[in-house]
Structures are given as structure tokens and as C-alpha cells.
């Protein structure tokens, strides 16, 4: 959430920056609610004054009987007049709340500005992309071959958008996931955390996937008596675990020597959001339910453009362990994600379909998320408690990163070779996928 406190000291400068979002601020309206508040603000202030003088005199005055009754009854009106001041104040309060809760993050000072992906910069390429002399497949039809990505089956059990993964792509897959934790955790030194699967309304607002994507969001829905219908139904399963590791730090305040706080965790994702994108996301590339390791930090404010470019790093890691040629890209204001000040997208190659895919997002959200859990630190120079910054990045997505290795090691025999950094001991020497006997 951004600072209201600044967006009224500079209302042009907060619409300028929204616009290259293609948000439209409406000025009009904020000013109109903050001058009603102040109005308010004001009056409340006045009459809670009136009303402490009116019970001074009314001690000063119990002597006279016959005038008690009267500071009595004005006591009341008082009272009461304060107490109706006091929720319309709390109503326009809740609607400046309401209408900041759907402002996104402003971007970035080195961002480019631009509406698509066509006006994305990209950074540089990694790696040399394999050249074939024979016809290569793509991922589903290697799938298909190997026995180890069912779809049908799938869709009969569950509906459209989930997969089935057996055999040795399986354990492909498996081992990924658990490469991918031990870089983040042993090279990289982030703590591991096994996170809920199901988090509450207020968790997904917190990181900024409420109320703007509510509907791309499976939402829990209980068949039980009434209190336990209330009860579960105001949870969510998670589109990724950067919400329950950011919300690690809901309400605390952290001393600045414990700081970086670094986590990851590696989860299954829930998304709603699968048959929006086309024909060309088949396969693995996008599915309701889908495994991801995620690193977040959670950094003072003067470190956290250092940290994007080191959490980046973290996650191009993976990719060149595991030889997959990729580029690195800086997404335009258009493209930001809601909570994002910043994003890179790490971009894998698929050889067959002759293009790259997103594999990661890193992103750095300043203290977007940070004001909606009120997570802070102690900074002993100013004396008070200030907001943290945040950073999330996907460390990789498991599926993407499989169909990636499915498609670039193809070999002529039509083998799929397994990447060395993976045969020992995540494959238990498995040099090549077969299918299941």
C-alpha cells in the first residue's frame, strides 16, 4: 500500500507515476474524501474538548443539586454527538483505506515505460542455445513418449489445467524441487521454511493478491454447520508461498542486526487464472496447480535495490547449473506485477516451439507490502519504527524448468539426458529418462 501522507503532499507526481502504469489516480475523489477526514478529524477534536470541560464542571458543580441534572443531560448529548462524529470519521476513513488498497506500487526511476512486453528491456543473454540435426520434439510430446505427463487422465480426475507426472519424469521433477531448495539454502544461506497451503483473507491482502486478483484465486467453501461455514470460508489456497513467507513478519518489529531476514520454501502454487492465456500455454507451461521454490528478503530500505540484483543472481543460479540457456529481462511499468516497484523476468529457451518462457519473476516491492502487514524495524537514529522493505522471486518454477530440460536435451538416439548436477545424488545416477516398465 502506498504512504497517503505522501500521495497528499504531491498528488501530481503519484498521478504521473500511476499513469505510466496505465492506473488512473482519481485526484478529485482522494481530495474529496481527506477534506471531509480533516473536517471531521477537527470537529471530533473539538467536541471531545467541549465535552472534558463540561465534566470538569459538572465535579466543580454537584453542590447545586438542581444544576446536575442538567450538565447531566448535556454530558449525554455530548457524548453521543462525539460517538456519531467519531463513525463518520471512520467511514470515510474506510473508504480512503478501500480506494489505496487498489492503487498499485509506483514504479521504479529506472523502469522503462511502456504498455507490453514488446517495450520490456532485455538485459543480456546466458548460455549458447543447442543446435540439432535431427527433428526435436517439444515438451508434451516427450511426454507423451516417455509415459511421464498425463493430461487426460488428469483432467477426467481434476478438469482442465492439471497434469499427472509418473515414472522417471516423476522423479525428474522431484529431484528439481529438491536442487533447487539445497542451492537456495546451502549455497545461498536462506533459511527453509515449510509453509500452510490454505492462508486467510487478510494474509493474501497483506502481499497484494487481494482485492485486485480475488477472482483468479481458489477460495475455500465449507458444506459444514454455520460457525464452521464462517469460519473456512474466508480462506484461500496460495498462488505462491512469498504469502506465507511474507507474512512471516506480520506485526513484528526487527532489530536492524538481524537483518537481511532471508526464507524460502518450496510448495505447490494454486491458480485459477489457466484458461485466460491461449493455446500456447499447454503442457507444463501453465497449470492450476504447479510446484515452485520461492526466496523472499526482507532488507532495510538502503539495501533493498542491491538485494534485487543479488536475489536475481540467486535464481540465475539455477539455470546455469543446470546449462539452460536463458535472458534476462526488465519489464516495463506496464508489465509490473501490483505489488511491484521492480521486476526482472529470467526467460528459459525452448528449442522446439523457438522461443523463451518465463522461468522466474524477481521483484522488489520497497514497502508495498511491508504497510499492509505493518512490518518494521527499529531505527535507533530516528527513534522510532520504520517500515521494511520486501523482495520475492521465484527460485525456480519446477514445471517450467522440467518442460525446459525436456525440450533442450533431446539427443539424436531420442533419449532425454539427464543435467549432471542432477544425476548424483537427486537421480540416484540416472543418466537417461525411460519410460516406466
Request: glycine letters at 6%; aromatic letters at 12%; hydrophobic letters at 35%.
Amino acid at each position: 500500500m502506498l504512504n497517503f501522507n505522501k500521495i497528499k503532499k504531491n498528488y501530481s507526481f503519484f498521478k504521473e507515476q500511476l499513469k505510466k502504469r496505465n492506473f488512473l489516480l482519481d485526484v478529485a475523489k482522494f481530495k474529496n474524501l481527506e477534506q471531509k477526514r480533516k473536517k471531521l478529524q477537527i470537529n471530533s477534536e473539538i467536541k471531545i474538548s467541549e465535552h472534558k470541560r463540561l465534566s470538569k464542571h459538572l465535579l466543580y458543580r454537584k453542590s447545586i443539586y438542581h444544576e446536575i441534572d442538567i450538565f447531566k443531560n448535556q454530558l449525554i448529548y455530548s457524548r453521543n454527538f462525539i460517538e456519531c462524529l467519531k463513525k463518520k470519521l471512520e467511514k470515510v476513513k474506510k473508504k480512503i483505506y478501500k480506494m489505496l488498497s487498489v492503487v498499485p506500487n509506483i514504479p521504479y526511476k529506472d523502469i522503462p515505460v511502456g504498455t507490453g512486453d514488446k517495450n520490456n528491456k532485455e538485459i543480456y543473454h546466458w548460455g549458447k542455445k543447442k543446435k540439432y540435426n535431427f527433428s526435436i520434439m517439444n515438451h508434451i510430446e516427450i511426454g507423451n513418449k516417455l509415459k511421464g505427463l498425463d493430461w487426460k487422465t488428469a483432467s477426467v480426475i481434476s478438469g482442465s489445467g492439471y497434469t499427472i507426472i509418473k515414472g522417471s519424469v516423476a522423479q525428474l521433477h522431484r529431484a528439481l524441487g529438491q536442487f533447487m531448495l539445497d542451492v537456495q539454502t546451502k549455497l545461498h544461506g536462506y533459511e527453509e521454511v515449510y509453509v500452510p497451503y490454505i492462508v486467510k483473507e487478510q494474509s493474501m491482502y497483506g502481499t497484494g493478491q487481494l482485492p485486485k486478483f480475488k477472482k483468479d484465486l481458489f477460495h475455500t467453501y465449507s458444506m459444514h454447520n454455520n460457525y464452521q461455514k464462517n469460519k473456512y470460508n474466508n480462506l484461500f489456497l496460495i498462488p505462491t508461498s512469498e504469502v506465507p513467507l511474507i507474512n512471516l513478519v506480520r506485526n513484528k518489529i526487527i532489530l536492524p542486526n538481524e537483518l537481511p531476514l532471508k526464507f524460502t520454501a518450496l510448495s505447490s502454487c494454486f491458480r485459477a487464472e489457466v484458461n485466460t492465456y491461449g493455446k500456447n500455454v499447454k503442457g507444463l507451461i501453465r497449470n492450476r496447480q504447479f510446484d515452485k521454490v520461492e526466496i523472499i528478503q526482507i532488507v532495510h530500505p538502503k539495501k533493498s535495490e542491491e538485494t534485487l540484483e543479488i536475489l536475481t543472481r540467486h535464481a540465475e543460479k539455477i539455470l546455469q547449473l543446470l546449462k539452460l540457456p536463458y535472458r534476462k529481462i526488465l519489464l516495463c511499468t506496464g508489465e509490473l506485477g501490483f505489488s511491484s516497484q521492480k521486476t526482472y523476468d529470467l526467460e528459459v529457451w525452448f528449442p522446439e516451439q523457438k522461443l523463451y518462457r518465463e522461468v522466474s519473476s524477481c521483484s522488489l516491492t520497497g514497502d508495498f507490502q511491508s504497510r499492509r502487514i505493518n512490518a518494521r524495524y527499529k531505527d535507533y537514529k530516528k527513534k522510532k519504527n520504520c517500515f521494511l522493505h520486501t523482495l520475492n522471486g521465484s527460485g525456480l518454477a519446477v514445471g517450467r524448468t522440467l518442460a525446459a530440460i525436456l525440450e533442450n536435451f533431446q539427443c539424436s538416439n531420442g533419449k532425454i539426458a539427464v543435467p549432471k548436477v542432477l544425476q548424483y545424488p537427486y537421480m540416484d545416477g540416472i543418466k537417461f529418462l525411460k519410460p516406466f516398465k
